[in-house]
């Protein structure tokens, strides 16, 4: 067999035989860097909005895209506690890259944490660390900042939304972090101020151990959507990344419904909703992955890549 031949053959094995993400070559993003952000962020310990771990939290996120060369604002707004009726600061965090370019993406994810473990059987009032649903998606975007300078195409800004889930009564709204931030896009726009964004993903629930990425059905039902989402799976198909499935399943109330109902953005949401964890003390990063974080974060750098 001719030198050159074997050595394609066995190229082709150690791709497609060793490595779900191989098909072609790695972007490059380290699921075992993001694995660690998580693991950081969770030492801070539970990340409710207005608390002391959430502040060093910003503190800590501010920093670190900052080193990576990013430009980092913050969103500023308050909401009354109805527990004990004063006003809690809350904060999102706008991070800027190649803020010259008037064609741009957002990237999002929610860095709060529920207050509570409301679905635990066993101690619903208890300790939620939040270490998929609220890291995962954050530390996915920590890991993703080392290659935004080299990018080339479009403008990108990563929102890191407060207030997600400030849950602490049935009746309380979630989102409250994204939809102040539509509302502030929405009326900039108006006034023809601000940036465009051509689309928006939000990442959230990324780090599951069993990791299944279905097409959210929201995401797929909105015409300006669908392509969005057709594009990014069809990426992971041709990269070999099995945890995305190119099928509908949960139709999921997240932040990505108010920047398309209230800011207009053609925003989709990846998300991993079958995760038994969810809400629970269970939330720990012993239920989370390098290799589902490396998945995902392979398939949105390789996607932003392509974009022109």
Same mark, same amino acid.
């Given at each position: 067999?001719?030198?050159?031949?074997?050595?394609?053959?066995? +190229?082709?094995? @150690?791709?497609? =035989?060793?490595?779900?993400?191989?098909?072609?070559?790695?972007? *490059?993003?380290?699921?075992?860097?993001?694995?660690?952000?998580?693991?950081?962020?969770?030492?801070?310990?539970?990340?409710?909005?207005?608390?002391?771990?959430?502040?060093?939290?910003?503190? @800590?996120?501010?920093?670190?895209?900052?080193?990576?060369?990013?430009?980092?604002?913050?969103?500023?707004?308050?909401?009354?506690?109805?527990? $004990? =009726?004063?006003?809690?600061?809350?904060?999102? %965090?706008? !991070?800027?890259?190649?803020?010259?370019?008037?064609?741009? %993406?957002?990237?999002?994810?929610?860095?709060?944490?529920?207050?509570? #473990?409301?679905?635990?059987?066993?101690?619903?009032? =208890?300790?939620?660390?939040?270490?998929?649903?609220?890291?995962?998606? !954050?530390?996915?975007?920590?890991?993703? +900042?080392?290659? /935004?300078?080299? @990018?080339?195409? #479009?403008?990108?800004?990563?929102?890191?939304?407060?207030?997600?889930?400030?849950?602490?009564? #049935?009746?309380?709204?979630?989102?409250? *972090?994204?939809?102040?931030?539509?509302?502030?896009? +929405?009326?900039?726009?108006?006034?023809?101020?601000? #940036? $465009?964004?051509?689309? =928006?993903?939000?990442?959230? /629930?990324?780090?599951?151990?069993?990791?299944?990425?279905?097409?959210?059905?929201?995401?797929?039902?909105?015409?300006?959507?669908?392509?969005?989402?057709?594009?990014?799976?069809?990426?992971?198909?041709?990269? *070999?990344?099995?945890?995305?499935?190119?099928?509908?399943?949960?139709?999921?109330?997240?932040?990505?419904?108010?920047?398309? /109902?209230? *800011?207009?953005?053609?925003?989709?949401?990846?998300?991993?909703?079958?995760?038994?964890?969810?809400?629970? $003390?269970?939330?720990?990063?012993?239920?989370?992955?390098?290799?589902?974080?490396?998945?995902?974060?392979? !398939?949105?750098? +390789?996607?932003?890549?392509?974009?022109?």
């Amino acid at each position: 067999m001719p030198i050159k031949l074997l050595a394609v053959i066995v +190229a082709c094995w @150690l791709c497609f =035989g060793l490595s779900d993400t191989c098909a072609e070559d790695s972007s *490059g993003f380290s699921g075992d860097r993001a694995m660690a952000h998580l693991l950081t962020i969770c030492d801070l310990g539970p990340r409710p909005s207005g608390s002391e771990a959430m502040r060093r939290q910003r503190s @800590l996120l501010a920093e670190h895209f900052r080193a990576a060369g990013g430009r980092v604002t913050g969103q500023a707004f308050e909401v009354r506690d109805r527990r $004990t =009726g004063k006003p809690v600061h809350m904060e999102n %965090i706008l !991070v800027t890259w190649h803020p010259d370019r008037d064609n741009r %993406i957002l990237l999002g994810a929610h860095y709060d944490t529920r207050p509570y #473990p409301d679905r635990d059987p066993v101690d619903p009032q =208890g300790r939620f660390i939040g270490a998929n649903d609220g890291a995962s998606g !954050v530390a996915l975007l920590m890991e993703m +900042a080392s290659f /935004m300078p080299a @990018l080339e195409g #479009p403008g990108v800004d990563f929102v890191l939304f407060d207030a997600e889930e400030y849950v602490v009564h #049935p009746r309380d709204p979630y989102f409250l *972090g994204s939809t102040f931030f539509a509302r502030q896009y +929405a009326a900039k726009r108006r006034e023809g101020a601000g #940036p $465009t964004y051509r689309c =928006g993903v939000i990442v959230d /629930m990324v780090a599951d151990r069993d990791l299944a990425i279905w097409q959210e059905r929201k995401s797929m039902s909105w015409p300006e959507t669908r392509p969005v989402v057709e594009a990014i799976w069809d990426v992971a198909a041709r990269r *070999g990344v099995r945890q995305f499935v190119p099928e509908p399943r949960h139709e999921v109330e997240d932040d990505h419904v108010p920047l398309r /109902m209230i *800011g207009r953005i053609p925003t989709c949401d990846i998300i991993d909703f079958d995760y038994p964890a969810w809400h629970t $003390t269970q939330d720990t990063p012993e239920q989370c992955s390098a290799e589902s974080l490396g998945a995902v974060g392979d !398939v949105l750098l +390789a996607w932003l890549r392509e974009q022109r």
